[in-house]
């Protein structure tokens, strides 16, 4: 569709976006470039107008300054996006309807008046400077048209779009360069029509209409299929499901929390190449932590400055698909600095070489078998799969767990591998598993392939049978191998001899069978090397020939299928009981203040406090008892519920606590068990507008006609608080301000917030609630007292202090 009959258009609503659309050809490592840049010139892209005035400039340099200061952001003029400064222009606008709102005295909390100002007017002073929103209530907005310039290869703009004067301006200089060769706009519609069925365009053969909508059917489900595909790997890559963070491990011991001084594979035993060889320690290299109630392997990494790039985000998703049983599986990754470390699954027995170095071990034929079979296993599954070969396969790498199975680990995260490497040591004595043909390229560490796995196998299956070193106790012509340094071993194994530098085997240590695909798997010549299924084919002979029946094999493969189904049953319960879990605190958490369920939760005592002020809010609906009286007792039940959910979700506005609702009384206090200053009367204050607001559109649903009317008193004081009893624990306010409180309720009127000279004090620090005088009256057991009407905020004070 690139011959110049089609053009696509496509929108671009976030600039400097790529989760919102990439409209870039080129990508790297990929051979058809050129291919997608020819597409790309019958390409034209719709995008928002970015603004060129000196206004706007000085704008986004702004928001870059302050996006540095406020959030350390590293942002450039560029990445500012035009939709900033758009948001920046409808909130003057809002401000602006806000103002003719209140200047018409119509209510401003009337989001549809508020609106509707804003509906068939042009707005100025913005960033925009211009700002038209239609009848419809829909801005005229501008747009800029994108098209390929061929020479440099970038979208260059060509046409600007202006919404008010909907005129198209073209840019001087520059047009749309259409893909034909013609540069004329292709016909609207093709020759053959769109399905190619215009009569001089009929194929003579009358089913071939059919075969082709059948092939472009099939075409189109197919790229339906790799879109999904491709829109689900995006959707993985960018989930985030890798990342564990530092403090979500437990580690055992307090002094393995720290890896600045932990090296990746720490060798710790003595120098001596016939010693060293063997030790690379599993355990060592590592801690051992808890994560999510399972025990795993933290391997600190010696990175300093970690790039997480799409490659290596690609290469977790394909650890996280490799799973077989044995293979080590991939958890996660910490990338919290300076303790950037990789968490894997744990196997307690530790590495392979440790237990062939471990004497006090019996380790007769058939569990060498065994050992070989489970190292085959996981080669055959690692070779078929997206990491495609190991690179790294040594006596050290291959683990033991529980069931005396061994997984192979440290495979895959090239990418990883790369930002170590340059920060880290490589002791030679690491790199005598590796192929010769390796050794001798620039950085052999990084270097892998198949038939390299297959030569490091090799030298495994070497150590199995004879239980030493990779090179360990060699003789040669010339002098011992144990008088030789590790770097002059890599230094014969590379060069070009014959026969080629190899540790022996003696043919008594051995079947011949054996003998002869150990030297088979490290020829010098890669191809004559077999591969891993050939591998097992004839180890599979041989366990025969060895007379070991699959006594061993069944009895592993029971205790492992048991262990697994356990492994998953307690996976499974644990999960549940999580979630329970989480639901019993959850409930807590509405019964009693966070951080006094908290402190009940670690079993510490919850003391009683004293606060030197806060304000508490009683309410009740007036004519409760006469409701009451006239209605069913469900009536009653479900009338409080739908009232009580409607007040418990306003008061999630605001930084209160529900003390508790008897009948039709409720209560609220602001100011503990967290102090806030002055600011709980404000809080209580507001709370009680718009509790009083709610109450006026609250609908009886029993009784529809009849109106509910709140009744409500506040008063500020000094509080006591604390925890009262151990079976259904509750948190209760003691003290005259609780009395009261509830004694400006009792004494006060329907539909108006009575509160007390102490409460008037401290809103007038405000300067923005409307208070009207009710005098002096006589109250309850405190005699004559001058009370207030709470009657709203103004407006005006409010915008004055956030300056709207």
Aim: some cysteine; charged content about 25%.
């Amino acid at each position: 569709m690139g011959n110049g009959d089609y053009v696509f258009i496509s929108v671009e609503f976030f600039k400097n976006k790529p989760s919102f659309g990439d409209f870039s050809w080129y990508r790297e490592d990929d051979t058809r470039n050129e291919d997608a840049k020819k597409i790309y010139e019958a390409f034209l892209l719709v995008s928002a107008k970015v603004p060129t005035t000196e206004k706007y400039k000085k704008f986004a340099e702004e928001v870059v300054l302050r996006s540095r200061i406020e959030f350390n952001t590293s942002f450039q003029t560029e990445d500012v996006n035009v939709i900033v400064a758009d948001f920046h222009d409808c909130v003057l606008l809002f401000a602006s309807a806000l103002n003719q709102t209140l200047g018409d005295s119509d209510d401003p909390f009337d989001g549809r008046t508020v609106i509707r100002k804003m509906w068939n007017r042009t707005f100025y002073g913005g960033i925009a400077e211009e700002i038209h929103i239609n009848r419809n209530g829909d801005r005229e907005a501008d747009y800029t048209l994108y098209d390929l310039d061929v020479k440099s290869g970038k979208m260059k703009a060509v046409i600007h779009y202006y919404g008010v004067q909907q005129i198209l301006i073209p840019i001087q200089s520059r047009s749309i360069s259409w893909p034909n060769g013609q540069n004329t706009p292709p016909l609207d519609v093709p020759i053959c029509g769109f399905i190619g069925n215009d009569p001089e365009c009929q194929l003579n053969e009358p089913f071939s209409i059919l075969g082709i909508l059948g092939v472009v059917a099939i075409a189109i489900v197919v790229i339906g299929l790799l879109l999904y595909r491709r829109m689900k790997l995006e959707s993985e890559l960018t989930s985030m499901w890798w990342k564990v963070k530092w403090n979500e491990i437990v580690f055992s011991h307090p002094s393995t929390k720290s890896s600045t001084s932990i090296n990746v594979e720490e060798i710790t035993q003595k120098d001596d190449v016939s010693g060293s060889v063997e030790i690379p320690n599993y355990k060592k290299t590592m801690s051992v932590g808890y994560f999510k109630g399972m025990k795993v392997a933290v391997k600190p990494l010696n990175i300093r400055k970690l790039h997480i790039t799409r490659k290596l985000l690609l290469e977790f998703k394909q650890l996280r698909d490799v799973t077989h049983e044995n293979l080590i599986r991939f958890i996660g990754f910490c990338s919290d600095e300076p303790n950037i470390a990789l968490i894997t699954e744990f196997s307690p027995r530790g590495s392979l070489r440790e237990l062939l170095s471990n004497e006090g071990i019996k380790i007769d034929w058939p569990f060498r078998f065994s050992l070989i079979s489970d190292i085959i296993e996981g080669m055959i599954y690692l070779h078929q799969s997206p990491v495609t070969y190991h690179g790294r396969l040594k006596s050290t790498n291959c683990v033991i767990d529980g069931r005396f199975v061994v997984k192979l680990t440290d495979f895959g995260l090239r990418t990883l591998l790369d930002q170590l490497l340059p920060n880290t040591y490589i002791d030679p004595r690491l790199l005598l598993w590796t192929a010769p043909e390796h050794l001798r390229e620039q950085r052999s560490e990084m270097k892998g392939s198949q038939k390299g796995d297959v030569y490091s196998f090799g030298i495994v299956l070497r150590e199995i049978i004879t239980r030493l070193g990779p090179f360990q106790k060699i003789a040669t012509s010339k002098k011992r191998y144990s008088t030789l340094q590790p770097q002059e071993v890599l230094e014969c194994i590379k060069s070009v001899s014959d026969p080629p530098f190899r540790p022996n085997v003696s043919p008594d240590e051995c079947p011949s069978e054996l003998l002869e695909l150990l030297h088979q798997c490290w020829e010098e010549d890669p191809t004559d090397r077999p591969t891993f299924s050939v591998i097992k084919q004839q180890t599979k002979k041989l366990t025969k020939l060895m007379g070991s029946s699959n006594f061993l094999d069944n009895l592993l493969s029971r205790m492992e299928q048991y262990a697994n189904n356990l492994e998953q049953l307690v996976e499974e319960k644990t999960e549940a009981f999580l979630e329970e879990k989480k639901k019993s605190e959850e409930l807590l958490y509405e019964v009693l203040p966070r951080y006094v369920a908290e402190q009940l939760k670690a079993g510490h005592h919850v003391r009683p406090e004293n606060f030197a002020c806060v304000t508490i809010f009683f309410s009740d609906i007036v004519g409760f008892t006469n409701l009451s009286a006239e209605s069913a007792p469900m009536d009653i039940v479900d009338l409080l519920n739908e009232l009580y959910t409607c007040f418990d979700a306003i008061i999630g506005n605001y930084d209160v606590y529900k003390v508790e609702t008897i009948g039709d009384a409720y209560m609220v206090v602001s100011g503990l068990p967290e102090r806030n200053g002055n600011e709980h009367a404000r809080q209580i204050a507001r709370m009680s507008l718009s509790l009083r607001s709610a109450i006026k559109q609250f609908k009886i649903r029993h009784k529809p006609e009849r109106k509910l009317q709140l009744r409500i008193g506040i008063h500020s004081g000094p509080c006591a608080a604390g925890v009262v009893g151990k079976k259904m624990p509750r948190y209760c306010l003691f003290g005259d301000t609780v009395n009261t409180a509830s004694r400006m309720e009792t004494s006060g009127e329907a539909m108006k917030i009575h509160i007390s000279y102490q409460t008037k004090n401290i809103l007038d620090h405000f300067h923005s609630f409307n208070i009207i005088l009710r005098g002096d009256i006589e109250v309850k057991g405190k005699g004559l007292m001058r009370t207030y009407w709470l009657d709203g905020e103004n407006m005006e004070q409010i915008q004055k202090q956030y300056s709207i």
